[in-house]
Each structure stands twice: as C-alpha cells, then as structure tokens.
C-alpha cells in the first residue's frame, strides 16, 4: 500500500472514530462540536506531516508522537471510547487499523527537508 492510501485511510479512520465520539459523548446534532472540529483539524494535520510518511506506524504506538500534550490526552479519550465500537460501525476501517498496530515499528527516519520523512514539524 502507498504512502497516500495509507494515509488517505488513517484520516478516514480518525475521521470516522472522533465523529462516533462526539456524536455519542458530545450530541450536538449540529455535527462536530467545536472542541472535536479542533481535534479533528489538529489529527489530520498531523497525520499530513507525518516524518514517516508511508512506513508510519499507528499514531498509538509511535516513538516520536507529535501531538502536543494536551491534544494527546483528547486523541487517547477518543480512541480509547471509538476504537472498540469502531468494528461495528466501520469495521473495515477497524480492522485496517488492527492490521496497521501489528506491524513492527519502523525506525526513526532519517533527517530531511521539512515535509519529508525525518523533518519534525512544529506542533
Ligand atoms: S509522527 Fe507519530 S504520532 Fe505523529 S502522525 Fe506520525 S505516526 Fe502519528
């Protein structure tokens, strides 16, 4: 799988976990809360400039984690409510998900230019 389709589907899976958390935590029947638009912002980002790029490993189980503390704790609160009602609700995207955490943990890449693999990015 390349680069763009595995990230194309971890934004699809963090998309799909942090509406199924908002939507059952939050009921705003507006749609996303302000609080979870946010977040929702700040993970795809994230997942955007990611040094690893197409060998990334889950963002759970990652020796770098990028995201700034307290938007840590909020993607954590998510994943810990979404991730085991995701297989009922998208289970294709939760299995991806399973498959993806098994996989052994790349090594740090290399330096390069920012947007490329080894630059970390400003928060
Ligand atoms: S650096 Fe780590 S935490 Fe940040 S997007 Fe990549 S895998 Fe996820």
């Given at each position: 799988?390349?680069?763009?389709?595995?990230?194309?589907?971890?934004?699809?899976?963090v998309?799909?976990?942090i509406?199924?958390?908002?939507?059952?935590?939050?009921?705003?029947?507006?749609?996303?809360?302000?609080?979870?638009?946010?977040?929702?912002?700040?993970?795809?980002?994230?997942?955007?400039?990611?040094?690893?790029?197409?060998?990334?490993?889950t963002c759970?189980?990652?020796p770098?984690?990028?995201?700034?503390?307290d938007?840590?704790?909020?993607?954590?609160?998510?994943m810990?409510?979404?991730?085991?009602?995701?297989?009922?609700?998208?289970?294709f995207?939760?299995?991806?998900?399973?498959?993806?955490?098994?996989?052994?943990?790349?090594?740090?890449?290399?330096?390069g230019?920012p947007?490329?693999?080894?630059?970390?990015?400003p928060?």
């Amino acid at each position: 799988m390349g680069s763009v389709r595995r990230i194309e589907r971890e934004k699809k899976t963090v998309d799909a976990m942090i509406r199924l958390y908002c939507d059952k935590r939050h009921n705003d029947s507006a749609g996303l809360c302000d609080d979870c638009r946010e977040l929702m912002d700040y993970a795809l980002a994230r997942l955007d400039r990611c040094v690893f790029g197409e060998s990334k490993p889950t963002c759970g189980k990652c020796p770098i984690h990028c995201y700034k503390k307290d938007r840590r704790e909020q993607i954590i609160e998510v994943m810990r409510f979404a991730g085991p009602r995701m297989l009922w609700t998208n289970p294709f995207l939760a299995i991806g998900h399973l498959v993806d955490g098994r996989r052994k943990i790349p090594p740090l890449p290399a330096k390069g230019k920012p947007g490329e693999p080894g630059q970390r990015q400003p928060e």
